[in-house]
Nanobody, 122 residues
Framework: QVQLVESGGGLVQAGGSLRLSCAAS??????RAWFRQSPGKLREFVAA????????RYSDSVKGRFTISKDNAKNTLYLQMNTLKPEDTAVYYC?????????????????WGQGTQVTVSS
């Protein structure tokens, strides 16, 4: 059984930076991703990476500001978020999929963390 635990969320001013981490217990070699969800909105794709060869995909809304990365030895996924905007405020979730397809839909992802709150003040 794979468990995912996010950390690193918090309150930051607009223009600031945060780094999220997602530590996994158990191995899963497909894809891992970050999603986010604001109150009253659907869960939104942020970024994804294939665990074996590091192919990356970003949503247009974060491209150029966020960087997804991984540490295979630590079995940990990261999301470096720079130039944060108030509209980035959300609960951020990491997820993992057994397949290597970088889906922007939550449906194919098999495992989810509990989420970490990111709040960006204007």
């Amino acid at each position: 059984q794979v468990q995912l635990v996010e950390s690193g969320g918090g309150l930051v001013q607009a223009g600031g930076s945060l780094r999220l981490s997602c530590a996994a217990s158990g191995q899963i070699y497909g894809a891992r991703a970050w999603f986010r969800q604001s109150p009253g909105k659907l869960r939104e794709f942020v970024a994804a990476i294939t665990w074996t060869d590091g192919v990356i995909r970003y949503s247009d809304s974060v491209k150029g500001r966020f960087t997804i990365s991984k540490d295979n030895a630590k079995n940990t996924l990261y999301l470096q978020m720079n130039t944060l905007k108030p509209e980035d405020t959300a609960v951020y979730y990491c997820s993992a999929s057994r397949n290597g397809f970088l889906s922007d839909s939550p449906a194919p992802y098999d495992y989810w963390g509990q989420g970490t709150q990111v709040t960006v003040s204007s």
